[in-house]
C-alpha cells in the first residue's frame, strides 16, 4: 500500500532562515511522483513544487527546494529565507497507481516567527 | 489564482439533503479529481474523471456520485447528507491522468466547504 508520514506536527521558523519539511514514502510502483502544497488559513491548496521518481536533479521552484532520496524514500521540503507569509500548513503528497490520485501526509504547520 | 474553479464557495444544508458542487478545470486539462478534507480524516481523493470517463475511484460513499460533461466540468452529488459529511471538498484538474500516463502537477480549486446541520 501507498502512504506519505509527514512526522512533524508543527514547526517554528525564525523569519529569513531556512527550513526543512520532512517527508516519507512508501510505494512499490516503480514510477510515482512526490508533490508539496501549501495550505493557508484562508483555506485553498497552493502547489508548491513536484519531483518524479525518474528525475535526476532535485526540483527547485524559487526559494522551494525538494531534497530528493529515492534509497531512503525521503522527499523533504526546504524553504529558503523564510517569510512571514510562509505561515500554513504544508502537505507532502504522492502520485499513486493508476490515473494520478493524490494520497495525502497529515501535513505540517509552519510558523513563521518575526 | 490556479484557474481552477469551484462553486459554491460555502454551503449549509440540512441531514437528510442532496446538493451538488460543480467544478471547471483550468483550460486545457483533461482530468478532474475530487477530494475531501476533515478534521478526522485528513485530505482523501474521492474520485477522478478522465476526459468523461471514470479512471479512479477512491474512499467514495455510495450517497455520493460525480460525472465529468462534455464541456470537462464536473459535479460531485452528495446525497443522503450526514452531520460527518461536513468538510472541504476540493476539486483538481491535470492535463494528464489518464490510463498509462503521467499526471503531473495537479491545481486545486478553491474548495466548497459544506456543513451539514
Known amino acids: 500500500a501507498q502512504k506519505i508520514t509527514q512526522t512533524q506536527p508543527g514547526m517554528f521558523v525564525q523569519e529569513k532562515e531556512a527550513v526543512t519539511l520532512d517527508c516519507t514514502y512508501d510505494?512499490?510502483?516503480?514510477?510515482?511522483?512526490l508533490f508539496w502544497y501549501k495550505q493557508p488559513s484562508s483555506g485553498e491548496m497552493i502547489f508548491l513544487i513536484y519531483?518524479?521518481?525518474?528525475?535526476?536533479q532535485n526540483a527547485t521552484e524559487g526559494r522551494y527546494s525538494l531534497n530528493f532520496q529515492k534509497a531512503r524514500k525521503s522527499a523533504n521540503l526546504v524553504i529558503s529565507a523564510s517569510q512571514l507569509g510562509d505561515s500554513a500548513m504544508y502537505f507532502c503528497?504522492?502520485?499513486?497507481?493508476?490515473?494520478?490520485?493524490?494520497?495525502f501526509g497529515q501535513g505540517t504547520e509552519l510558523s513563521v516567527k518575526p | 489564482d490556479s484557474g481552477v474553479t469551484q462553486t459554491p464557495k460555502h454551503l449549509i444544508t440540512a441531514t437528510g439533503q442532496r446538493v451538488t458542487l460543480r467544478c471547471s478545470p483550468r483550460s486545457g486539462d483533461l482530468s478532474v479529481y475530487w477530494y475531501q478534507q476533515s478534521l478526522d480524516q485528513g485530505l482523501q481523493f474521492l474520485i477522478q474523471y478522465y476526459n468523461g470517463e471514470e479512471r479512479a475511484k477512491g474512499n467514495i460513499l455510495e450517497r455520493f456520485s460525480a460525472q465529468q460533461f462534455p464541456d470537462l466540468h464536473s459535479e460531485l452529488n452528495l446525497s443522503s447528507l450526514e452531520l460527518g459529511d461536513s468538510a472541504l471538498y476540493f476539486c483538481a484538474s491535470s492535463v494528464g491522468g489518464g490510463r498509462g500516463g503521467e499526471a503531473h502537477e495537479q491545481y486545486f480549486g478553491p474548495g466548497t466547504r459544506l456543513t451539514v446541520t
Open positions: 503528497a504522492m502520485r499513486g497507481g493508476q490515473g494520478g490520485k493524490l494520497i
Open positions: 510505494t512499490s510502483d516503480p514510477s510515482y511522483g
Open positions: 519531483q518524479g521518481s525518474y528525475d535526476q
